[in-house]
């Protein structure tokens, strides 16, 4: 090999080599380019209008629904129309009425394939029915009972006739009545057409609502009423009488005795005479004051008339309650005194207390 050979050769090399040394340049990533406030605004509309055609779109699918038998009715008017007994119906033919209702409060059936005939003349195809075989109906209704009834009654007597009825009951003639009315008739009832007779007390009427919408004819009897004490608990003898133990309750006063007590406060504190029983009605008898002084008790004796006052030991020999007069030992000259009962375990005699001395009226009977 000459060296113009070898020269060449090594200087193809160190072109190859400078070439094969040269820096290699990585590449670059682009970044996105961030969205612009005209994206931005552009994507938030379409995100509205997508909402809005969402809104709109569920009510018309919902339409879409096919028409379904409804369950058990209740039927406020006379007659049945096609949106009472089936849902989802076009609205031009919801109102289209079916079937008569039953009568007020009553319940009735219509079997299902009646109901889907009745729909096919309409032009509804199909009915679905979910498996029932009918529908069940009730009517309803306000119902109008006996307190309704006897303040309307007590209303026509205090106007037409003048009477008080506020201590007055109405005992109706025959079972409770009940009178039937729409629903929607409001209103109180009245009673017209009245006849009162203020012998025997008999009174009947018409009883209305509305302008004779719906109506019922009573009669019965009026009772005159008492409020009077009525015991809550059973009392044995020589229990006193406390708060809570009676009540004030009406009662008829043809069924009560003259002596019937009309007041609580009057027999607080005072103790039965006798056994007496829960529910029964006081009388004046029934009842007294506790008696302050004892049979065989040790009392005072007091004698007291202007510028004297005397005091002494006594035996009772009678017991008694306030104001009563009981016969006391003198202990001290065993003489028997009538003397008045002035207050617990102390009786008076003399001229400002009670009787006078059993054997005269100076003071030789208490020596």
Do not use: C, W
């Amino acid at each position: 090999m000459t060296d113009r050979t070898v020269f060449d050769f090594f200087s193809d090399r160190g072109q190859a080599a400078e070439m094969a040394l040269s820096p290699i340049v990585q590449p670059r990533h682009r970044r996105a380019p961030l969205p612009s406030h005209g994206m931005l605004l552009r994507a938030a509309l379409a995100l509205f209008a997508f909402v809005i055609l969402g809104a709109v779109a569920v009510p018309a699918m919902a339409e879409t629904a096919p028409p379904r038998l409804r369950g058990d009715v209740t039927a406020r008017h006379d007659v049945l129309t096609l949106g009472d007994l089936v849902e989802n119906v076009p609205s031009s033919l919801a109102d289209r009425p079916l079937f008569r209702a039953p009568a007020l409060g009553a319940t009735g059936t219509i079997q299902s394939r009646r109901i889907a005939e009745a729909a096919a003349a309409l032009g509804l195809a199909s009915i679905e029915t979910g498996g029932r075989i009918q529908v069940a109906v009730q009517r309803a209704a306000r119902r109008v009972g006996t307190n309704e009834i006897e303040a309307a009654l007590k209303r026509g007597l205090e106007t037409g006739f003048g009477l008080d009825t506020n201590l007055s009951m109405i005992r109706l003639d025959g079972e409770a009545p009940m009178m039937l009315a729409p629903v929607d008739l409001a209103g109180q009832a009245s009673a017209i057409d009245m006849v009162y007779d203020p012998r025997s007390h008999r009174v009947s009427a018409l009883i209305s609502l509305g302008d004779r919408q719906a109506s019922l004819r009573v009669s019965g009897v009026v009772v005159e009423m008492r409020e009077v004490a009525v015991l809550s608990r059973s009392l044995n003898r020589g229990e006193p009488v406390r708060e809570g133990d009676i009540t004030l309750e009406r009662r008829p006063r043809e069924s009560l005795a003259t002596d019937a007590q009309a007041s609580i406060t009057a027999v607080l504190g005072e103790v039965a005479q006798h056994n007496l029983t829960a529910g029964s009605v006081l009388r004046e008898g029934d009842t007294a004051p506790p008696d302050l002084v004892a049979r065989g008790e040790t009392v005072t004796i007091v004698y007291t008339i202007p510028g004297i006052s005397l005091s002494m030991r006594g035996l009772a020999n009678d017991s008694g309650r306030m104001g009563a007069v009981v016969n006391v030992v003198n202990v001290a000259s065993k003489k028997v005194l009538q003397a008045t009962v002035v207050g617990p375990g102390r009786v008076s005699v003399g001229p400002t207390g009670g009787p006078q001395l059993q054997a005269n009226a100076d003071t030789s009977a208490l020596r």
